[in-house]
């Protein structure tokens, strides 16, 4: 098998199962999610009565050719939009019960975006760079630098907090914004094709890194056009024209693990 295919060991099994969500918290959830720009002769369903659930410790690749939905379907996880019709529960909370200034505080609070060109200020550290989001939502100073050398040393850059961008490495950069993504009280991870701008070594880097941290009890949710990235997602859906159109993967439950102990017994007991 090909390294860059190759998952590192995860405590979570593998997979999702359609009834997850009723049996474990659920930090991401769309219920028969629509969103329609425009109206009449130009209207457009960008995403049509879409049902998601990402739970703690499961990462979701989401594919599909440009136009499917995928950067909608972001944009709806992270508070940057609203829905048509259909429910956007993120965190526990109805997105549609909130305003502007509600919306932004939740972004800030629960969710965690990972960018293709990483969207780091060039002026700031990368201490800075993670600690900012927490202090624009009032966390003291000292606080927010705090859990910002606590982010940047559960993706291994530590060493790297008072560096500036331009003086590191495409996948350093990458891991800094993973860090703030992480920051804080923040579980929901939203990547958008974090590994884009990067060479396959480091891309297989990152993608370990966002593997660990959902491991560690976050949720993710990445697009990508990569099928080799998505293998280390838990579970791939597919769009199409808006459409959740198929899915792959299944989380096993404790009677499948069970089941398959059970089976792989039978069949070491037939060969001796």
Wanted: charged share 25%; proline share 5%.
């Amino acid at each position: 098998m090909s390294a860059l295919t190759t998952r590192p060991s995860s405590p979570v099994p593998s997979g999702a199962s359609p009834s997850r969500a009723d049996a474990a918290p659920v930090l991401l959830r769309l219920d028969r999610v629509t969103r329609v720009h425009g109206t009449g002769a130009g209207e457009v369903r960008a995403l049509d009565a879409i049902s998601l659930d990402v739970g703690p410790g499961e990462l979701v690749a989401v594919m599909g050719p440009s136009g499917s939905g995928k950067s909608t379907l972001l944009n709806l996880a992270g508070c940057l939009d609203t829905a048509t019709d259909g429910t956007v529960v993120v965190g526990g909370v109805d997105v549609a019960s909130l305003d502007a200034r509600g919306r932004a505080a939740l972004r800030r609070r629960h969710v965690g975006f990972v960018f293709q060109d990483f969207n780091l200020v060039p002026a700031l550290t990368a201490v800075e760079n993670v600690s900012l989001p927490r202090e624009l939502d009032g966390v003291p100073v000292r606080s927010a630098r705090a859990e910002a050398t606590a982010a940047l040393a559960a993706v291994g850059l530590d060493d790297l907090a008072d560096r500036f961008p331009d003086d590191m490495s495409g996948g350093q950069r990458q891991r800094v914004a993973i860090a703030r993504a992480i920051v804080g009280p923040r579980r929901l991870l939203l990547a958008d094709e974090p590994t884009g701008a990067l060479d396959s070594v480091t891309g297989e880097a990152v993608m370990r890194v966002l593997r660990e941290r959902v491991d560690a009890g976050a949720a993710g949710l990445l697009v990508t056009h990569d099928a080799r990235h998505a293998a280390w997602a838990d579970r791939t859906v597919f769009l199409k024209d808006g459409r959740l159109v198929d899915s792959t993967g299944r989380r096993a439950e404790p009677a499948d693990l069970l089941d398959r102990d059970s089976a792989s017994g039978d069949e070491s007991g037939a060969t001796r």
